[in-house]
Nanobody, 116 residues
């Protein structure tokens, strides 16, 4: 299993970023996919979940509802996180995650910094 995040960077408050996670090494479309984040000095928290093919699962943390959108392209085995109206408190390392056969798999993360 390999998960590779990209798309992070520095953005001003109110700006937007789109994160991508390229997945490989497993049957992508049958698994729910997650985005987590970890801010400095804080615990890792789940930001969003999207269900497998045919599932209508879409869950968001309260802190990002209405601003972030998770999506997936099963043909490209990629999951996305569109982040709008970014706030300084969204600053964190963002991780892609899949729970598969009793194990958690993580990417190395991509840093998002929201600052003026």
């Amino acid at each position: 299993v390999q998960l590779v995040e990209s798309g992070g960077g520095l953005v001003q408050p109110g700006g937007s970023l789109r994160l991508s996670c390229a997945a490989s090494g497993f049957t992508f479309f049958i698994y729910n996919m997650n985005w987590y984040r970890q801010a400095p000095g804080k615990e890792r928290e789940r930001v969003a979940t999207i269900g497998s093919l045919g599932s209508n699962i879409l869950n968001y943390a309260d802190s990002v509802k209405g601003r972030f959108t998770i999506s997936r392209d099963n043909a490209k085995t990629t999951v996305y996180l569109q982040m709008n109206s970014l706030k300084p408190e969204d600053t964190a390392v963002y991780y892609c995650n899949v729970w598969r056969q009793g194990m958690d798999y993580w990417g190395k993360g991509t840093l998002v910094t929201v600052s003026s």
